[in-house]
C-alpha cells in the first residue's frame, strides 16, 4: 500500500476539498436555478478542463492534434447552446 507523503498528500487534499466536496456544492447550487439535463451536459466539459490543467501544471501537451481541438469545440458548442435554450426556455412552475 502507497501512503502518500509531502506535497503529494497536500495536492490529494486539495483535489479532495475543491474538486470534490467544492464541486457538489456546487452543483446542488445550480440544480436551483438549471435543470438537471443541462448540469449533466456540462460534465461533458470534465475532460476538457482537466485537459487544460495538464498543460498548465505538468506541461503536457505535445501529442495533441487538430481533431482533439474540434472536439473540445463540439464539447462547448453543445453546453453554449444547451445553456442559450435553458435561459430563453419558460420557467417551469415550481410545486
Do not use: D
Request: net charge positive.
Amino acid at each position: 500500500m502507497v501512503i502518500p507523503e509531502g506535497s503529494n498528500l497536500w495536492f490529494m487534499l486539495c483535489h479532495a476539498l475543491f474538486c470534490t466536496v467544492g464541486m457538489y456544492l456546487l452543483q446542488i447550487q445550480a440544480l436551483k436555478r438549471l435543470s438537471a439535463f443541462t448540469v449533466n451536459l456540462t460534465y461533458n466539459l470534465e475532460p476538457c478542463y482537466t485537459i487544460v490543467l495538464a498543460f498548465l501544471i505538468f506541461g503536457e501537451g505535445r501529442e495533441i492534434n487538430f481533431s482533439f481541438y474540434i472536439g473540445i469545440a463540439l464539447i462547448l458548442l453543445s453546453v453554449l447552446l444547451q445553456t442559450l435554450r435553458a435561459i430563453k426556455a419558460p420557467a417551469a412552475p415550481q410545486p
